[in-house]
């Protein structure tokens, strides 16, 4: 039974960290922020806004590759980066072709300064189809892109079906509390069952942040309070 339970952690913490090395983001923080910022100038590297802007995409795959083969090769662009930057290598980088082809498409995007964007963005400012993600992320209905448990794994609403837990709270009124601001915080905390190796920072994506924000927003706009009895009323 033990080695079951192990074999099963052992495979789900593979798949999960497989998933988490494909998010750009979590690659860019992983990977390249020890030495790159974007949008915040040079740190030990170049900083990596624009970085799309100033050399082809095919350059790019070869370099992120292997800056060492680039420059050995005596390409001008890379023997020119390894002579500005104090001649200190890259080191190569042990990321698969989708993962180089998904961080250059957010580098394009906008990068670190896009997510930052996308986290100041107000719940009351959700499309209906956003609310719906949400609450099918809340329900279960559709699972989180980590793997972790869905809200109502711990947590109910007042009026929504009969599913959910006891375990946390009700959360009918929680952006009412919280609002957009507090809930991302929480929501990045990562306090939802998971194997518990996986870096908690990656609990959530921006988006499902977003839409659970909007949905846990819409709870609270849905909510009525009671009726008061009339004074001279029931009789």
Not at 71 to 99: C, E, H, T, W
Request: aromatic share 6%; net charge positive; hydrophobic share 35%.
């Amino acid at each position: 039974m033990k080695c079951a339970v192990l074999c099963f952690l052992l495979v789900t913490g593979a798949a999960l960290e497989a998933r988490a090395q494909s998010d750009p983001s979590a690659v860019f923080t992983r990977k390249c922020s020890g030495c790159h910022t974007f949008g915040n100038g040079v740190l030990v590297g170049p900083d990596l806004k624009g970085v799309t802007e100033r050399h082809s995409r095919q350059w790019l795959v070869s370099w992120i590759s292997s800056s060492e083969r680039a420059i050995r090769s005596g390409d001008s662009a890379a023997v020119a980066l390894f002579n500005k930057y104090r001649q200190q290598r890259m080191p190569d980088q042990n990321l698969s072709g989708d993962d180089v082809a998904a961080l250059l498409d957010y580098f394009a995007s906008g990068g670190p300064e896009a997510d930052a964007r996308k986290k100041s963005r107000r719940a009351n400012m959700a499309t209906a189809a956003e609310i719906d993600l949400g609450r099918s992320l809340f329900l279960g209905e559709q699972p989180l892109a980590d793997g972790g448990a869905s809200c109502s794994s711990c947590h109910r609403l007042t009026g929504t079906a009969s599913r959910g837990g006891s375990l946390g709270p009700d959360l009918t009124r929680a952006y009412a509390r919280f609002q957009d601001k507090r809930l991302v915080s929480l929501l990045e905390r990562g306090s939802f069952p998971r194997v518990g190796h996986v870096d908690a920072r990656n609990s959530v994506t921006d988006q499902e942040s977003f839409a659970l924000r909007a949905f846990l927003r819409q709870a609270t706009m849905n909510q009525r309070a009671p009726v008061a009895s009339s004074k001279h009323g029931g009789r």
